[in-house]
């Protein structure tokens, strides 16, 4: 099963508004990542979020983290249409004596011009 | 900087055939994964290895096998392709356990059986 789930499935936006995408997730992590994924195209990493930590920035990136409520968040500021792709949550999970990283089934974010 | 690269990138194969796809890293990286892609159902992990020598199963291992011989290269193989098998395959690598370090991801493998 998923571990991390994001909502929503799909979110259309104008050029210039913010983009929120959320990510909840069913056991306790370490750490939670977000990862974008162009049509067609391999996922790329876009930032890592501790779980001791609560916010973090990167570029018109800005990413929480709710341990209390097993959530994740990530803003896209001032989108552009180029933020058109598909967005993942992965949280790690343990079993197996490994940890592995599980994907979320993604929200899908278009930007119109 | 070739990153992570997969081989084909595309492939159609007929029900009951069998095949082998690669995937090639050049950043010494300890972990890789294999992964599919459904629509609507993200990424699933099928099968991932913590070093040369090492492999284990994911969350949808069945009807695949892998292999690490060395170090740089993750061979997923198919022995007896399925429909149920069409799917894009994405192969990943990461230097540390998840969840200390980002994975770094190729382009994908579009697979269809008929």
């Known amino acids: 099963s998923q571990q991390g789930e994001e909502d929503p499935q799909a979110l259309s936006i104008q050029e210039g508004e913010n983009a929120t995408m959320n990510c909840s997730y069913k056991?306790?992590?370490?750490?939670l990542q977000w990862y974008r994924q162009n049509s067609g195209r391999g996922l790329v990493h876009l930032i890592l979020i501790r779980s001791n930590e609560r916010e973090k920035h990167s570029g018109r990136l800005r990413v929480t983290l709710d341990t209390s409520k097993k959530s994740s968040s990530l803003l896209i500021t001032a989108s552009r249409a180029a933020d058109t792709a598909s967005y993942f949550c992965a949280t790690d999970s343990f079993s197996g004596g490994y940890n592995k990283l599980i994907f979320g089934a993604g929200t899908r974010l278009a930007v119109h011009p | 900087n070739a990153g992570v690269t997969q081989t084909p990138k595309f492939r159609v194969l007929k029900t009951g055939q069998s095949m082998t796809l690669l995937c090639a890293q050049d950043m010494n990286h300890e972990y890789m994964y294999w992964y599919r892609q459904d629509p609507g159902m993200g990424l699933r992990l099928i099968h991932y290895?913590?070093?040369?020598?090492?492999?284990a199963k994911g969350e949808v291992p069945d009807g695949y096998n892998v292999s690490r011989l060395k170090k740089q290269n993750f061979l997923l193989g198919l022995e007896s392709a399925a429909p149920s098998q069409t799917s894009v395959y994405f192969c990943?690598?990461?230097?540390?356990?998840?969840?200390?370090?980002?994975?770094?991801f190729g382009q994908g493998t579009r697979l269809t059986v008929v």
């Open positions: 056991t306790s992590i370490n750490n």
């Open positions: 290895s913590v070093g040369e020598g090492t492999t």
């Open positions: 990943a690598s990461s230097y540390f356990s998840p969840p200390n370090t980002e994975a770094f």
